[in-house]
Structures are given as structure tokens and as C-alpha cells.
């Protein structure tokens, strides 16, 4: 599956749970939090000054 901006946080873990850890790495550390898992990542990005672009290219490499 191929992840974009629009993409909820809380889908991106259902679908790849995997993908949790290259959040973490980039400074996103409430994946647990019910806030965030509505969130989309360009929202999160947003709110936590990452790159959202250079994100979804990490998570979509794998």
C-alpha cells in the first residue's frame, strides 16, 4: 500500500504497524494518544515541523 498526506495515522499503523518506528525516528512519539491517530501525516508533520514529503518517501521505501 502506498501511503500520502491525506493518510490518517491511525490507518497508516493498522495497515503497517511496522511503520511506527520511522515515525518515531523523525520526532513523533504519541502514536498512542487518541488526538493523533485522526491526525493525517501532513497534519502531524505540520504540527511536529517535519518534512512531510520527506517522510512519505521514507515510509513508502519500505
Known amino acids: 500500500m ?3 498526506k491525506e493518510t490518517k495515522i491511525g490507518e497508516l499503523l493498522q495497515e ?4 511506527a518506528e520511522i515515525l518515531q525516528e523523525a520526532g513523533m512519539h504519541c ?8 491526525e ?8 511536529h515541523g ?6 512519505l518517501e521514507k ?3 519500505e
Open 31 to 38: 502514536l498512542g494518544c487518541p488526538a493523533s491517530q485522526a
Open 50 to 55: 517535519i518534512d512531510v514529503e520527506e517522510l
Open 2 to 4: 502506498k501511503f500520502s
Open 40 to 47: 493525517t501525516l501532513e497534519e502531524a508533520c505540520e504540527v
Open 59 to 61: 515510509i513508502n521505501a
Open 16 to 19: 503497517a504497524p511496522e511503520k
